[in-house]
């Protein structure tokens, strides 16, 4: 886990939207926490979009090689 350092603006943000649509009332520390757990999450994904194999230029997913999209996998069970 890597150590962020977030401006207070930040963690004000946080506390107030965590607030406002939640009810929930966080501490500074707290609201360290979750950023910091957002901010790994985001690393995450973009290392994950950095090593994709199948990807496009630009950064996006290839598009799939057969466009048959009325195959269904649930036999007719729908």
């Not at 290392?47 to 990807?55: G, N």
Request: net charge negative; glycine share 6%.
């Amino acid at each position: 886990m890597q150590d962020f350092v977030f401006s207070p603006q930040l963690i004000k943000d946080i506390q107030l939207c965590l607030q406002e649509e939640h009810g929930l009332s966080i501490s500074q520390e707290v609201a360290q926490e979750y950023l910091s757990s957002f901010a790994d999450l985001y690393l995450a994904y973009a290392r994950a979009d950095s090593q994709c194999s199948a990807c496009a230029p630009g950064g996006r997913a290839a598009p799939p090689e057969s466009s048959d999209r009325g195959v269904s996998n649930t036999s007719g069970t729908l």
